[in-house]
């Protein structure tokens, strides 16, 4: 209320502006000392900015605004864009993650070049997020999610003398445009068959559909659906994830997989839920529902057997990350139409990305640290490692265990959960699934732990530095994960009311 | 609000314990374990709980403590003490305390890292036997696996890479099962629950008509399939057989004193577990299926002492005998009768002490002659008199020697199981279990002979002596306890009969 009647209505975009108008800044410091390579002012102005886009966006949460107490979602620019309870939520989520990463960024740049330009593409794909998670209709889905996209290309090469981060780069690029290519095109179907771009006008002209129409219709489902699948790295579109984790520097692969991935999903679940509603799509033949299922059991298993054989920890992280989007696929796959157990399930992914956004991003940001300090990569090489630096190891142990799921972390709960939503949603076929790939989780997870506590180390290494930024950031997510078991229920309590509103 | 006090209590001593230098982490963590132990004595001392926790009955120190609601259940940090949980906690406190003097020892490296990990792992532990929400007990119950994989994998024997592992997938594969199936049964009750509170849902459970169809499953195929699931689950930590083949593995591999926790504590975790929630909850299944359940306790009794029989190594025939032990349980509380399942929790407490005092015996004679291999050691008792005194005492107590612990348990089951209504042909499996026993009595008889007496033959560079007093004083303690609890079982059995008897009243009602 308080929002609607003092503030105009544009404001409800605040955190997206923030997050602009911090990358605007970073532009005129870079434009009036090109070769500034003052890490603290780059870090320090990236770090205030999401730190404020991120209280803002806490405050609307907390105050309400644009959900069901205070007269429902705020739409702007005549419905291309709209803030609600889902949007601030992911929001958080996306700034969170930023801030974690740009702390870190300020020991891993040091002495690099073109800083100013890393933060900036980092705030302005932050922008793009925030942005995706609020579009209402089809194009501001496709632009927001190229505003994301594009930076992160930038991103994943930014090591541009590096073969790896190049290669990465491009490979990530190819199958982005690849897979931009296939969304639009899967808009034009849906807009051809429909003659709207907005969701609601899209979920309306559904369901008067003539039935002559309904391959049209669904051929362009499945092609948005596979641009989702990139953006969140889930299969079929999940093969360039490996390459741009391990390529990328490690806080732009923190970054890409936990914000991203994030974004993908918020855009995802409001797309599927709101412009192509479960009931008219059943009605067409177009079932989602079972597709997603199938999706997140391939992607959770494929995910997590990869991982299993990993020797490169980053690597092996990359495919965790596939194994965890096939969980959150779980919020898509185990809707049934006017289900009342549609608001849990959706809210219970909702809260697992967040976590996730915690103890994947700490679990990247310790392999920067490891990075820094020039120990090798594979899991022979973290050997004896927590000798030398017990409470980065302690910390990292956290994030594996935790995104193991198992307690006292904040991944336990997030992940029983969903499981447990699921079940109540009728689908216990799918949290079997995910059982079975939690359990096969902790085997290589624990390679971690037992390579850091275990092993004897071979005594090559020399940790020269403590370097604060990067620890700093690690302690923030492992804190973050720690405090997410007791403090769990605001999360979910939250999530799981701005997912029922989705449903309203 | 003494249990919140204990179990934070500990927490923060563990963290302590980490933080004390190596060398003296031994002794921090000895005093500060010395809290719990009076603690959980005093909550003895002041108990005046009745009746079962889960069935209606009043409970000593409970707390309940809204949490956060999710998909429209209350989560609640509830605890409470009653019958059942509170002869375990002394239990817990108590032999956590000695397993750290016997560590003394054996644990030079990481020293405050080793014993803070056990005061963690005791603070899980209370938590397990306290918990009375489902989501904050499965918290403790998971989060007791992470110092027990650190415990074996970093202290343990030349596999203890693999053991570790193993241990660690085998029980979190159980949980996960157990959780699928319980959850299920949660779902599937709808709206007669409005919480995931133990009692709340063992009260609706053992009502008529409040199970609902859940997906394709009929009320009575998802009670069948839910208690499969959750036996199952609870199976593995028991140990039964067939699904028992991490536990030798963790033994073998896992220093002495965790041995002691794992045996003593962690085993009765299952036990606890399988009571609470498949013998309570669902009693008309159990009763459905009581043959095959007690074909399976039967089984693991007479296959896990022939297993212990073919062992050359102490500790194995230690580890295998636990196998076998626990099918007593098994066999008491599929009983449902007073003694059975009374008895079955009398178990529960004497085999934590008896099997805690051989491994620990065992463990000191390991530290003395660097060996365990049976076939290596002759006429121990002329070094080690004292050690080898125990080691008999202990083996008799296992043997079930009355005015021990493992006579009254044992003897309760067996009266229990031989009696049972609920059991067909009971006689005969009681008589088949009792089998067991004589099986027990010729593998330490004879493991005995072999290692204590005849004349003295171990070819070391090493002089064998009596072993140091703060080895042997744990192993006087259990020993005294294992003998107090055989000669008065009343100390606890009082309590467990008045907590066991809501469960069987109803339990024949269906």
Sequence with gaps: ?504 | MIIEALIAYTFVAALATFLAPDERAGQVAFLLSLVPVVGSLYMWGQYDATGNALLGGDLAFETTIEWLRVAGYTLSWHVGVDGISMPLIVLTTVLTTLSIVSAWTPITDRASQFYGLMLFMEANLLGVFTALDFFLWFVFWEAVLVPMYFLIGVWGGPRRKYAAIKFFVYTNVASLVMFIGFIALVFGLGDSVSSLSLPEIAQALRQEGTLGQFGALTPEALRAVAFAAMFFGFGVKVPIVPVHTWLPDAHVEAPTPVSVMLAGVLLKMGTYALLRFNFTMLPDVAQTYAVPIAAIAVISVIYGAFLAMAQQDLKRIVAYSSVSSMGYVILGLIAYTEYGVGGATFQMVAHGLISGLLFMTVGVIYNATHTRMVGDMSGLADRMPITSGILVAGAFGYMGLPLMAGFAAEFFIFVGSFESAVLPFAPVFTAAAMFGIVIVAGYFLFAMQRTLFGPFRLETDYEITSAPVHDTLPLAVLLLCIIALGVAPELFFGMITDAVTPILNAGGGF
């Design chain 1, 1 to 504: 209320m308080l929002l609607q009647t003092q503030l105009p209505q544009w404001t409800a975009l605040g955190p997206a502006l923030i997050l602009a108008i911090t990358a605007l800044v970073l532009f005129v410091i870079d434009s009036v000392d090109p070769d500034s390579t003052d890490s603290a002012l780059l870090a320090g102005v990236s770090v205030v900015g999401t730190l404020a886009a991120l209280g803002v966006a806490a405050w609307f949460l907390a105050a309400g605004t644009g959900q069901v107490g205070t007269g429902g979602e705020i739409t702007l620019f005549r419905d291309a864009l709209v803030v609600d309870g889902m949007s601030l939520f992911f929001t958080a989520i996306f700034t969170s993650v930023a801030a974690m990463v740009f702390v870190a960024s300020y020991d891993y740049l040091k002495d690099r070049p073109d800083q100013a330009e890393f933060y900036s593409l980092v705030l302005l794909a932050t922008t793009g997020m925030a942005l995706l998670a609020s579009s209402n209709s089809l194009a501001t889905a496709f632009i927001s999610l190229e505003l994301t996209s594009l930076p992160s290309y930038a991103l994943v090469a930014y090591l541009k003398r590096n073969r790896g981060s190049v290669e990465a780069g491009l490979k990530y690029f190819l199958i982005g445009a690849l897979s931009s290519s296939v969304f639009v095109f899967g808009i034009s179907l849906v807009y051809a068959v429909t003659g709207s771009l907005l969701f609601s006008d899209v979920a309306s002209a559904l369901g008067d559909l003539d039935q002559s129409f309904r391959g049209v219709a669904g051929i362009g489902v499945l092609m948005i659906a596979g641009g989702f699948a990139f953006k969140t790295a889930s299969v079929p579109f999940h093969f360039w994830a490996p390459e741009a984790y391990e390529g990328a520097p490690a806080p732009v692969s923190a970054f890409l997989s936990s914000a991203s991935k994030a974004a993908g999903f918020a855009v995802a679940f409001r797309v599927f839920v709101e412009a192509f509603p479960i009931a008219t799509a059943v009605d067409l033949g177009i079932d989602w529902v079972l597709a997603f299922g199938i999706l997140a059991v391939v992607t959770m298993t494929l995910g997590n057997f990869a991982a299993a054989t990993q020797e490169n920890v980053k690597r092996m992280l990359a495919y965790s990350s596939i194994g965890h989007a096939g969980y959150v696929l779980i919020g898509l796959a185990a809707l049934s139409a006017g289900a009342a157990t549609n608001g849990d399930v959706l809210g219970a992914s909702m809260a697992h990305l967040l976590v996730y956004g915690f103890m994947n991003t700490g679990a990247f940001l310790f392999v920067a640290l490891v990075e820094h300090w020039g120990v090798g990569r594979t899991f022979e090489d973290y050997n004896g490692l927590a000798e030398r630096a017990p409470m980065a190891c302690a910390a990292m142990t956290v994030f594996m265990f935790s995104l193991a799921g198992l307690p006292p972390f904040g991944g336990f709960f997030s992940k029983y959960f969903l499981f447990a939503s699921a079940i109540g949603a009728g689908f216990w076929w799918l949290a079997a699934f995910g059982a079975l790939n939690s359990a096969l989780s902790l085997f290589y997870y624990s390679r971690v732990v037992k390579a850091m506590w275990i092993e004897e180390s071979d005594g090559s290494f020399e940790l020269t530095s403590r370097p604060i930024g990067l620890y700093a950031a690690i302690m923030v997510a492992a804190v973050g994960t720690l405090v997410l078991l007791p403090g769990f229920g605001p999360v979910i309590e939250t999530a799981q009311t701005v997912a029922a509103a989705l449903f309203g």
